[in-house]
């Protein structure tokens, strides 16, 4: 009976995550395919029009999953843990490719940014695995700093000069919604980390007002603001996307158009299929598909946070909050543009969007967290020992065990 009993809080503990580890790869799974639908709805017209082929940006969306889910499932069946040891290189080595973006040669220039490396047949954004590394980075100092995160100095160094200098790179693009997402990443990583609400409070602060001073000293950053405020006094021009994505979501009603039956993407309503495809499914799935995708995200949410809370090592807490943020802070940013709730900041919504760098480093990124979740799992059913599976590297003080014929020794 004593034996029974003890089982039980463990098989619970293992249900639970592993209804963490199978809900995340179910939502991202459902919200990458739902993507490959949309983004064909969406752009099959601006292919054929642009390229002379409607599956133009389909194939493509489709070769970057597929890449993207091939690293999802490596990264989740493998030990990627050495890589903390290489946080500083990996570090270094991504702001040298974000540098590269603005060297003529490099950086392929778009509608007025440079965000893209041109290394023959293969174009990626920077930024994208710049998010990553910064999340590696400061995951990696503020296990060290955990019982110290209170004092300023231990908080701040190394890991906000470190976001500092990958944010003017990015700013230097210029691409402030990915400046947006790193910094709301570091400051939720910082909060699970233990930093001081004071201090915390001081850094939004400060954070506020440095977003204000750059909206206000570029012209399209102050144009883009001031439609957001109140897009139909410039309809034609500033206003006109927030004006057309309005239209495209009211016109779905409860239960939409219909897929495919779309009338705003037919070169009304720019980036349809990139930044705005969330206005092309409220248009084509009404109301309530679009509040089905909204509350998809909010239950990866739930799985990423079930799983940083049950993260075996600090290390591994840092680095689900950190990635899971991202995700969030990203989603949100996109929804609340396309909705007019939030200024546009130019950011795709993860997994649904058409961009192929974002898509599969997203995805590779999620195969961490399916990582974590297993290995917790794994503990909970006695297949490893987590203090042995790190080799003490985790974050936490190892644990001293006892030698024969010396007994043992107290622990904390």
């Known amino acids: ?54 599956f133009y940006f389909i194939k493509k969306q489709l070769v970057w999953m597929i890449f993207g889910f091939v690293g999802m499932f490596i990264l989740a069946r493998t030990d990627w843990r050495f890589v903390r040891r290489y946080a500083v290189i990996l570090y270094v080595i991504t702001a040298g490719l974000l540098a590269m973006v603005l060297v003529t040669g490099y950086g392929i220039a778009a509608n007025g940014a440079s965000r893209w490396i041109d290394l023959g047949p293969v174009r990626f954004q920077p930024s994208e695995i710049a998010k990553f590394a910064l999340i590696l980075f400061a995951a990696t100092y503020l296990a060290k700093k955990r019982e110290s995160i209170g004092e300023w100095r231990e908080m ?61 000293t570029e012209g399209y950053r102050l144009t883009r603001f ?24 009211g ?19 720019p980036a349809a299929h990139t930044d705005f495809i969330l206005a092309i499914i409220g248009e084509e799935f009404g109301l309530l598909g679009t509040m089905a995708v909204v509350v998809a995200f909010g239950v990866l949410a739930y799985a990423g946070v079930k799983i940083a809370l049950r993260a075996t090592t600090h290390f591994d807490r840092l680095i689900a909050t950190g990635i899971t943020a991202m995700i969030m802070v990203q989603a ?17 919504l993860p997994f649904v969007s058409y961009g192929g760098t974002s898509l599969s480093f997203t995805l590779a990124a999620v195969g961490v967290l399916l990582n974590i979740a297993s290995h917790e ?24 065990r006892a030698r024969s014929g010396r007994g043992t020794r107290a622990t904390s």
């Open 226 to 249: 001031t439609s957001f405020l109140n897009p139909w006094k410039d309809p034609q021009n500033s206003g006109f996307q927030i004006i057309q994505s309005l239209i495209a979501l």
């Open 156 to 216: 701040a160094m190394p890991v906000l000069p470190a976001f500092g200098v990958m944010a003017i790179l990015i700013m230097l693009q210029p691409d402030l919604g990915t400046t947006l997402i790193a910094a709301g990443v570091i400051f939720i990583m910082l909060l699970v980390a233990g930093a001081r609400w004071r201090h915390l409070l001081a850094l939004g602060g400060s954070a506020v007002a440095a977003v204000a001073v750059l909206i206000a």
């Open 332 to 348: 949100i940013l996109n929804m609340g543009a396309v909705s007019g709730i939030l200024p546009i900041t130019g950011v795709p």
């Open 251 to 269: 016109s779905g009603h409860w239960v939409g158009v219909g897929l495919g039956m779309s009338k705003q993407k037919f070169f009304y309503l």
């Open 377 to 400: 799992r794994k503990s909970n059913e006695g297949i490893i020992d987590a203090s042995d599976y790190f080799r003490g590297r985790n974050g936490r003080t190892p644990v001293p």
């Open 1 to 54: 009976m004593a034996k029974r009993a003890a089982k039980q809080p463990a098989r619970r503990a293992t249900a639970e995550t592993g209804g963490s580890y199978y809900l995340l790869l179910g939502i991202v799974v459902a919200l990458s395919l739902f993507g490959v639908v949309m983004v064909f709805s969406a752009s099959h017209a601006t292919a054929l029009a642009d390229y002379g082929d409607s």
